[in-house]
C-alpha cells in the first residue's frame, strides 16, 4: 500500500514503487511490446496493457502498480498526430495556428480514449488488494512543450517562446487541457485509481512569472476542478501527487498554491531542505538517482539507507528521482526494495 503513506501515523518502512517500473529493463516488457505491434497499440491495448503493469509486481513486490500508458494518449486523443520512433521518442505534429488550436478534437476525446480507461478497470480487477493503483496525465504545461514543440527539448524552447509571442492563444491551451485533464483524472478514479499522479516532467526551465503562469495557475485550476469532481462522485479519499520536476525552490511557492496531497521531487533536489521547506502534511516522494541505481553496489544501499534516515517520521513513499532506464539490472533493483524492508 502507499496510500498509508498519506495518513497521520507515521510508517516505520516507507513504501516503494518505481517511475517507469514496467519497461524496457524487462525482458517480458519487450516480449509483450513486441507482441502488441506498437508502443501506443500497447497503450490502447487492455489486456495486454494489464499484464505489463502487473509484471514488476509480481516480479518485485512494488507496494502499487501505476497505469501502464503515455502522457501523451492526450494529444493523440484531442486528435493530434502521435508517433513514437524507437530510439528517438515521442513525435508529433506540431500546433501551429489558432485553427490547429481549434481543431483540437475536445467532444469525441473520451471516445477516443476509453480504451485507458478500460485498461484501469481491467488492471484494478487483476490487481490484489494491497496494492493500489496509480493513474497519471501528464500536466497542461509539459504536454503543450510536446504539442508545440512535436518532440522532446532539453530547453522547451519552442514553447516557451510561444507562451511570450502568443499569451492569448497559450491561456487558451492551458485552459483546454486544465479542464480535460480534470475530467480525464476523475474517470480514472471512477475507473478504478485510487493515487493520481500529475507529471510536470518540464516544470524546471522557466522564469518566476513564467512557472506561475504556465505552472502553478494551471495546475491549480485542474486540481480544482478534480477535487470538486472527486468529492461530487464519493471519491474524495483519491490523492493526489504532483510532480514539478526541476522546480527547486519554487517547489515550496507551488505546494502552497496547489491544493496536492503528494510532491515528488526529483534527485536534485536536497533531502533535508524539503524535508523541512514542505507542509509536513503534504507526503514527499522521491528521490533516489536512477543512475546510481544502474551503478549498484554498497553506495546504492548506503544511499538508499540514507533518504529513509533523512525521511524518518516524514510521510514519504520512496521512488526515483526520474523514471527508471532500460540498462537497469534487475538484481539492483530487489536490492532497494530488500534494503528498505529490511531496517
Ligand atoms: O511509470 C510507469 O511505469 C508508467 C508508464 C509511463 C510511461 N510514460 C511509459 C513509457 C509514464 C507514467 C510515462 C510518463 C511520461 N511519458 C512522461 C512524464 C514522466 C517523465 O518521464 O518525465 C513523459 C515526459 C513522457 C513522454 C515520453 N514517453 C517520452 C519522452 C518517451 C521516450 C523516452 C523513452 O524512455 O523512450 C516515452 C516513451 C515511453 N513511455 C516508454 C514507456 C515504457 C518507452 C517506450 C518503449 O517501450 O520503447
Known sequence: MILNAFDNIPLKIPPVWFMRQAGRYLPEYLKVREEAGSFLDLCYNPELATKVTLQPINKFDFDAAILFSDILVVPDALGMQVGFIKGEGPKLTPLTSLA??????????????????????????????????????????????????????????????????????????????????????????????????????????????????LVVKPTYRLVKALKAKLKAGGLDHVKIIAFPRGAGEKSIYYAKQVDIDGLAFDTSMSLDWIRDAIDANITLQGNLDPLLLVAGGERLKNRVNYICDVMDGRKFIFNLGHGIIPETPQSHVQLVIDTIRNR
Open 100 to 213: 490547429d488550436i481549434e481543431a483540437l478534437d475536445k467532444e469525441n476525446f473520451h471516445k477516443n480514449i476509453d480504451l485507458v480507461y478500460q485498461a484501469i478497470k481491467s488492471i484494478r480487477a487483476a490487481l490484489p488488494k494491497d496494492k493500489d493503483l496509480i493513474g497519471f496525465c501528464g500536466a497542461p504545461w509539459t504536454l503543450l512543450t510536446y504539442m508545440l514543440g512535436g518532440v522532446g527539448s532539453v530547453d522547451q524552447k519552442i514553447g516557451r517562446l510561444f507562451s511570450y509571442n502568443h499569451p492569448e492563444w497559450m491561456q487558451i491551451l492551458l485552459d483546454l487541457l486544465s479542464d480535460i485533464l480534470a475530467d480525464y483524472l476523475y474517470m480514472q478514479a471512477k475507473n478504478g485509481a485510487q493515487v493520481l499522479k500529475i507529471f510536470d516532467s518540464w516544470a524546471g526551465n522557466l522564469a518566476d512569472d513564467e512557472f506561475d503562469k
